[in-house]
């Protein structure tokens, strides 16, 4: 990947982790087959959060959703543990930011491009938030850095979602839904779902994308090296892997 100015991305057609795929410390640079061409942070906050109180994974056919409320320790707390660390490194370092409101939005933004570690922001919203309160925060944004927004999948193809202000951002990423099941205890646990069995979702999405004019990262259910290539020949700019990176798979 190069950057050529502040708001320019240019991407290579290759793959990186999706935000929370990995920890805080950068992978070696050929750690899989092939080298990333960036490195993501797991979703940040402006406080931290503690994890669920009940966290849990529940499986089913093709995948499995994770209940933990991204928890994680803060913006600030993640800048200082992990800014020299990231400054070393040969792979460009991506953050992901769960903007929560206005204020707090800024307040990150501003704290992000004043660390020189940092290549390019990702963010995300809310996903209770209706589509009115997504495109007034959307449209508010003011970044010196290049602005990667993900969309969940299962928000893809909601009416804001064609109304993003595109001149904000430099790619978007398809990434992982939100998704309900019952547990035995007769109750409904609700958290992000991951497995290879939203390949054929993700890649109609891709396929049928109808938003802004934006480069498309394919950012779930990726579980194989041909999903990745048929992802990059049928228009996606790059592919992000979470969960078959927690197995040691190889890409």
């Known amino acids: ?32 087959n092939q080298a990333p061409i960036a490195y993501l942070t797991p979703p940040l906050t402006d406080k931290p959060r503690q994890p669920a109180a009940k966290r849990r994974v529940m499986r089913f056919p093709g995948g499995f959703l994770l209940h933990n409320n991204t928890y994680n320790p803060g913006l600030r707390a993640a800048l200082k543990e992990n800014t020299e660390r990231w400054a070393r490194s040969k792979i ?14 800024e307040k990150m933004l501003s704290q992000i491009e004043a660390c020189p570690a940092v290549s ?4 995300s919203l809310p996903p209770e938030w209706d589509g009115a309160q997504k495109i007034a925060l959307l ?12 969309v969940a999948l299962n928000q893809i193809g909601e009416e804001w979602v ?21 547990v035995p205890e007769g109750e409904i646990l609700t958290g992000w779902v991951y497995g290879p069995g939203l390949f054929p979702l993700a890649l109609q999405a891709l396929l049928h994308w109808k938003g802004p004019t ?20 049928h228009g996606a700019a790059a592919v992000q892997l979470d969960a078959i990176l927690w197995h040691g798979g190889i890409f």
Request: with cysteine; hydrophobic share 50%.
């Open 1 to 32: 990947m190069e950057i050529t100015s502040k708001r320019d991305l240019i991407l290579e057609k290759g793959w990186m982790n999706s935000a929370g795929a990995l920890g805080f410390s950068v992978p070696f640079p050929y750690w899989q």
């Open 92 to 105: 460009p370092v991506w953050v992901h930011l769960l903007l929560e409101d206005h204020l707090t939005a």
């Open 120 to 123: 390019a922001v990702e963010i």
């Open 139 to 150: 449209q508010s944004l003011q970044c010196e850095l290049p602005l990667i927004l993900r």
């Open 162 to 182: 064609s109304q993003l202000p595109a001149s904000k951002f430099c790619a978007l990423t398809i990434g992982a839904p939100l998704g309900s099941l019952p």
């Open 214 to 233: 934006l480069p498309l990262i394919l950012g779930c259910g990726v579980f194989r090296q041909q999903d990745a290539m048929t992802a990059l020949e």
